[in-house]
């Protein structure tokens, strides 16, 4: 079999897990992989399965100005062995350009430049190229694939396909020889942009390893002060203000609890001032940012996990949190929103709650009735564990990957 290249954002990330998983169990499944990162990690430690990864990594010059030598003398030798290609390559980016006005089209031909002479030109190893989210990585790999010769195809998520121009996305599409996604709702939304387009888009969930989520405690009944968890970046996607202004009505009324938040984010500085601006203070812990042993640590304590999805101001918004599956799998009952594909994973008074969006009030009335509502919370507790056993068994799901990536590496 030759390699598959993936094109990432970052690698390895904490929050994307799921990409590092994915690697992992194409290469158990006898696929060779090579990585090109755009960035290197943000954090200083790694989950355990990236170890076992086998793939070689080389990461792409990330700074347009500061790395600018490197960029420059890749692209000026491969202008020079192929003068046709990247002259459709520039004309390609500069058509991009009048679209967004973005420079960062310029940077993504350079690093595919860079790329395709380093690694690809004369590699017959490399088979095909796989971008990883739809704007930036799946932008390197389109410029890639056109200066190489190699097919490319790309995994859209959640926030590369709401905030990308739509014709820029649908450009990516109709040069793409498939596209992956995670939700039936970005499915949908793919399909409605690539109308008249034959590329197939392909709806695969993202899994989870059922082998580490696994119930370990009991959680069908709980008693005050109840503990509360929140895994999530904190950006405006994840509604954390609306979710404090619950916890506020709740204590309000004496209501007793503990609320965990794990996760880090840009809106870090704001969301504690919040805490403790709702004099939250006593009742409501920020970890940062924690491994997966620690995690599930938490998961076994909590009663509830309760993530408040929003749509962003920019149109961001979550697919499937993964941490909502990994709740559902580990038997802690959940709570979140309906938005976007959210309740494709918590089926309404089934595996889980959902309640609209940024509204406090519903939110803090579905957080009390499922800590007080035995019942209730022994029926999602129960639809939630056999609903992730039968659609989120990641290796079912990567193996599904892989049957669609195998014809483009064959011999």
């Known amino acids: 079999m030759k390699k598959l290249a993936y094109i990432l954002k970052g690698y390895p990330r904490i929050s994307e897990t799921f990409i590092s998983n994915e690697i992992l169990l194409l290469e158990k499944l006898g696929f060779r992989m090579q990585l090109f990162p755009m960035r290197h990690p943000r954090e200083?430690?790694?989950?355990?399965?990236?170890?076992?990864?086998?793939?070689?990594?080389?990461?792409?010059?990330?700074?347009?100005?500061?790395?600018?030598p490197r960029l420059l003398l890749p692209n000026i030798f491969l202008a020079v062995k192929r003068p046709k290609l990247f002259q459709k390559g520039l004309q390609l980016a500069n058509v991009r350009y009048k679209r967004t006005g973005k420079l960062a089209t310029f940077k993504h031909l350079l690093q595919a430049g860079f790329l395709t002479n380093n690694h690809l030109l004369g590699n017959t190893e490399i088979a095909h190229l796989h971008g990883h989210f739809a704007h930036s990585p799946?932008?390197?790999?389109?410029?890639?694939?056109?200066?190489s010769g190699k097919p490319f195809s790309f995994t859209a998520h959640a926030k590369d396909i709401?905030?990308?121009?739509?014709?820029?996305?649908r450009e990516k599409i109709r040069l793409a020889e498939f596209v992956l996604t995670c939700t039936a709702y970005n499915k949908r939304y793919l399909e409605d942009i690539a109308e008249g387009l034959e590329t197939p888009i392909h709806c695969i969930y993202h899994g989870?390893?059922?082998?580490?989520?696994?119930?370990?405690?009991?959680?069908?009944?709980?008693?005050?002060?109840?503990?509360?968890?929140t895994v999530a970046r904190i950006t405006e996607k994840k509604g954390l203000p609306t979710l404090y202004k619950a916890l506020h009505m709740l204590k309000e009324k004496n209501f007793k609890f503990q609320h965990t938040l794990i996760g880090d984010g840009d809106d870090r500085d704001v969301i504690l001032q919040l805490i403790k601006d709702l004099k939250l203070t006593d009742c409501c812990h920020w970890l940062g940012t924690r491994t997966h042993t620690e995690v599930l640590k938490q998961f076994e304590q909590s009663d509830l996990f309760v993530l408040?999805?929003?749509?962003?101001?920019?149109?961001?918004?979550?697919?499937?949190?993964?941490?909502?599956?990994?709740?559902?799998?580990?038997?802690?009952?959940?709570?979140?929103?309906?938005?976007?594909?959210?309740?494709?994973?918590?089926?309404?008074?089934?595996?889980?709650?959902?309640?609209?969006?940024?509204?406090?009030v519903i939110m803090a009335e579905a957080i009390e009735t499922i800590l007080t509502d035995t019942e209730l919370r022994k029926t999602i507790i129960q639809g939630g564990h056999k609903h992730t056993l039968q659609n989120f068994d990641n290796r079912t799901l990567v193996a599904q990957i892989g049957d669609i990536f195998a014809p483009y590496l064959a011999q």
Do not use: W
């Open 162 to 169: 709401y905030t990308s121009n739509p014709d820029q996305l």
């Open 44 to 68: 200083s430690f790694c989950h355990d399965s990236v170890k076992q990864i086998q793939a070689q990594v080389n990461y792409l010059p990330t700074e347009l100005l500061l790395e600018f």
């Open 138 to 147: 799946t932008s390197v790999t389109m410029f890639a694939s056109l200066l």
């Open 308 to 360: 408040a999805c929003e749509i962003a101001e920019n149109g961001d918004r979550d697919g499937i949190p993964n941490v909502l599956v990994e709740a559902l799998a580990m038997g802690v009952p959940s709570l979140s929103t309906t938005v976007s594909a959210v309740p494709e994973i918590l089926l309404n008074n089934k595996s889980g709650i959902t309640v609209a969006s940024g509204d406090a």
């Open 208 to 229: 989870i390893d059922l082998k580490l989520f696994s119930p370990q405690t009991d959680h069908n009944t709980c008693s005050a002060p109840y503990k509360l968890l």
